[in-house]
């Protein structure tokens, strides 16, 4: 039996708690080729069901709401179905399994979060904001996880001041600081008018990176180890097609 979810927590612990006895069953939250003779369930939401669901899987293990929330952020594809495997060996071990890496499950599950953990690491170094007229930062970005509203306390906490907006062009929503609270909201595109001084300093920071790299020792295979060419697009440094390398 296929589980069709529609993507949030309530959603899959309600197809947890139908599909826990099918140790066949797939979980997931996009359209799935059926193999011969599978049929397909759609499960909506039910809050009984996953408060229900929610709390035995923390009389099991404390912390696992937050290794759910990093799974169901990925952007891997069968993300439900590694989530749905994890769990299931939890349930059944009655006890935490994330130190179990011999056991396959565990060891996706495990390199699913390490994915989405690391990008969000990356990411506090990567995002580049642009100053609007009005003095709020504006940062546009395409992550391969849902990470947007993740990296706000770490903006925040260095930019207290200002109000900014972090913008997931790829799933059309932005994490919003207003300059004392955060909100999700979506956001197809943006229109943004920068400051007067802004395209001033984008040319000051062009010019900086340029000055500092050293022709005859270019390490272009090292650069985009640390630094992938996937985040490059809304980099100043790179808004001309690699101003360093011409």
Not at 21 to 47: H, R
Not at 122 to 138: D, Q
Not at 183 to 191: G, I
């Amino acid at each position: 039996m296929i589980y069709l979810t529609d993507g949030t927590k309530e959603s899959f612990l309600t197809a947890f708690l139908l599909a826990f006895s099918d140790g066949d069953a797939l979980v997931s939250s996009s359209p799935t080729q059926l193999s011969l003779g599978q049929k397909t369930v759609f499960v909506s939401a039910d809050a009984a069901r996953a408060a229900r669901a929610e709390e035995r899987l923390l009389s099991f293990d404390k912390d696992c709401m937050n290794d759910l929330s990093l799974l169901l952020r990925s952007g891997m594809s069968g993300r439900e179905q590694i989530a749905f495997r994890y769990f299931r060996l939890l349930a059944l071990q009655k006890r935490p399994v994330r130190d179990m890496l011999a056991d396959e499950d565990v060891l996706c599950a495990s390199e699913c979060i390490r994915k989405v953990t690391y990008e969000i690491h990356r990411l506090h170094g990567f995002v580049r904001f642009l100053e609007s007229a009005s003095g709020a930062l504006y940062a546009p970005l395409s992550p391969d996880n849902d990470v947007v509203d993740l990296l706000v306390p770490h903006f925040r906490s260095r930019l207290p001041e200002f109000p900014f907006v972090l913008h997931d062009v790829k799933r059309k929503k932005a994490a919003v600081y207003d300059g004392k609270n955060t909100f999700l909201a979506p956001l197809e595109q943006a229109e943004v008018v920068l400051s007067a001084s802004e395209q001033a300093w984008q040319t000051l920071w062009q010019r900086y990176y340029k000055s500092v790299n050293i022709p005859q020792r270019e390490r272009l295979k090292q650069m985009k180890g640390y630094m992938p060419v996937r985040y490059w697009k809304f980099m100043p440094e790179f808004s001309s097609r690699e101003p360093f390398l011409t």
